[in-house]
DNA sequence: ACCTGGACTGACTGACCAGTCAATCAGTAT
DNA sequence: ATACTGATTGACTGGTCAGTCAGTCCAGGT
């Protein structure tokens, strides 16, 4: 369990698990896709996670805990808030960028599944809204966005917009190029501080 | 098939399998949970439905069009846009207000789960988005909006707002009151149309 | 009275699959 | 060499469940 070679081979299997999950799905593959595609035996799988279910959980929370700490990074910094959004949505349309399969997986998976499995998801999915929530709340003291507007409920809207954004991605399943990415980028920020007003 | 009692029969079990998937999933519910809550025997679900899925299939598609011609009569109002903008919240809000286990089953099972499922859905997904898309379009040609953001990226946006409020209703389980529901509609639109800035 | 066809029943089947486990293998310490 | 430890294997088990089907019930027609 705690030699090199073992981690990566923990690796190997959870690497695989993204891909299969991505592409049939959790419920629809079976444990025996996982295992092929990770090309390791069946029963290796169980060596190091006690359940299928457990192998999506780490996936996750290995890739939430990285986002939730990299919006505390920004959180810090002096940057103005509109920066401070746009370091965020950069973060997490880059982390798609980097690797689809596993924001998909995130996205379709655990979102879905967020309320059959444990409250655990739904806690740490709240984190990530608290932390945007703050942002805005500050923003509003200093004089930079208005108050009219609840700032959870402005966080809300970011993060949905984003999610938005990146499930219709998904769902095309057509590659995005590198100005599209930086496009988006700026288009939500741009929706989210200015509005559609003209 | 055709007789009223029949008809009525076949309602039954549709609602009955509305609460059924709400309360445990689409795919954690047995077919039998569905027959046992609609007080009829297994078999007959076979009878009125060729399969699980096409129950959920039926779920979806009665609502969604509903949804659709709510959005194409809003289309053809002479409505100032903001309007039509609340026009469509409302309708969407309003359908969780009034059956929120049907807006549970069809956002958790279907809209955030699509891929899963044939094409078809995903084209009547894209199809709502269009008709906003086409109101904010026409709105930046008679100037009320600005043009800076894409009109398809903006109904995007709209709708992934409407979603994430609903979603956020769905996973914290607690009753919503008739001021929130009526504060959150305005509360969109200010969003969506004025935006955050100062 | 009998016939017909749709509504309705629920026991049964066949397939599927998560998770188990007894056995084997490979490295390393003694 | 020998013994120990953890990695690795894959056949097997037990349970689950979607969908089937052989048959009953009933209403309305003749």
Redesign the pocket.
């Given at each position: 369990?705690?030699?090199p070679?073992?981690l990566e081979?923990r690796r190997v299997i959870l690497d695989a698990a993204v891909r299969v999950f991505a592409s049939q799905g959790f419920h629809t593959?079976?444990?025996?896709d996982i295992a092929d595609e990770a090309g390791?035996?069946?029963?290796?799988v169980?060596?190091y996670f006690p359940?299928?279910?457990t192998i999506l959980d780490t996936l996750f929370l290995e890739r939430w805990d990285v986002m939730l700490a990299a919006i505390a990074e920004t959180e810090k910094t002096e940057l103005p808030p509109r920066e401070k959004l746009r370091a965020i949505a950069s973060f997490i349309v880059d982390s798609y960028r980097h690797d689809p399969d596993l924001m998909k997986v995130i996205i379709v998976e655990v979102t879905r599944a967020a309320n059959t499995f444990g409250r655990t998801h739904v806690d740490k999915i709240m984190q990530a809204y608290e932390g945007i929530g703050r942002i805005v709340e500050q923003a509003q003291k200093d004089g930079s966005f208005r108050t009219e507007i609840d700032a959870t409920f402005a966080a809300q809207a970011f993060y949905g917009l984003i999610e938005q954004v990146l499930t219709q991605w998904i769902f095309s399943g057509l590659p995005v190029s590198a100005e599209e990415f930086e496009h988006v980028k700026t288009e939500i920020v741009e929706m989210i501080c200015g509005g559609l007003d003209g």
């Open positions: 369990m705690s030699t070679a073992a081979k593959c079976r444990v025996s390791v035996a069946y029963g290796l169980y060596h359940s299928k279910e």
